[in-house]
Every structure is written in structure tokens, then in C-alpha cells.
């Protein structure tokens, strides 16, 4: 999977050019002044190819495993809703 690199200036200018990458199949990264600030993805990627593109970009890690169970942050006590706790909090 590709991927375009195109200033906000460029992409105005030649919006049909990059509009054929992405049907490509290709992605565009959009910058503002060297900052990527958004990208332009094709819409039949599905999730997989999607998650590829991410790692490949380095933006993803995962080991492919499941993610174990985790113990609630906070117990709540039996009779009280969260709502009583808040307040009773705040006072």
C-alpha cells in the first residue's frame, strides 16, 4: 500500500489527481506547512487492510492477541448509585 504525501496548496489544486490515488487504493497524508494534519483513505479498505496501513505507518502495535479481562477501577457499593456518590463527593 502506497502512500502520497501532498500539501494542503497541491492537494487544492490537483484534487482529481488525488482523488484517482485513493480509488487506487492509495492513501494521501495531508500537511499544513510540513504538519500532517489529516489524510485521505480509500473507502473499500476493510479492517484488516486498515489495520496493516497502520502498522506499516508505525502508528500500531499488536501482538494479535486478546486483551485479558480487566478489575473494575472502583468498587461501588451495594445501595448507592454513582450519581449519590458524586454528590455526596462534592459536599
Known amino acids: 500500500m502506497c502512500e ?8 487544492k489544486s490537483r484534487l482529481s489527481h488525488f482523488l484517482r ?3 487506487r487504493g492509495e ?8 504538519v500532517p494534519v489529516g489524510r485521505l483513505v480509500p473507502i473499500e ?3 484488516e487492510q486498515r489495520i496493516a496501513a497502520l502498522r ?12 485479558a479481562p480487566r478489575k473494575p477501577a472502583v ?6 448509585s454513582v450519581a449519590e456518590l ?6
Open 21 to 23: 490515488l485513493a480509488r
Open 45 to 47: 479498505q476493510s479492517l
Open 4 to 11: 502520497s504525501v501532498v500539501s494542503i496548496r497541491e492537494l
Open 56 to 67: 506499516a505507518a508505525r502508528q500500531l502495535q499488536w501482538s494479535g492477541r486478546r486483551l
Open 75 to 80: 468498587q461501588i457499593p451495594k445501595g448507592k
Open 27 to 34: 492513501t494521501v497524508v495531508i500537511t499544513d506547512r510540513g
Open 86 to 91: 458524586i454528590v455526596e463527593d462534592r459536599a
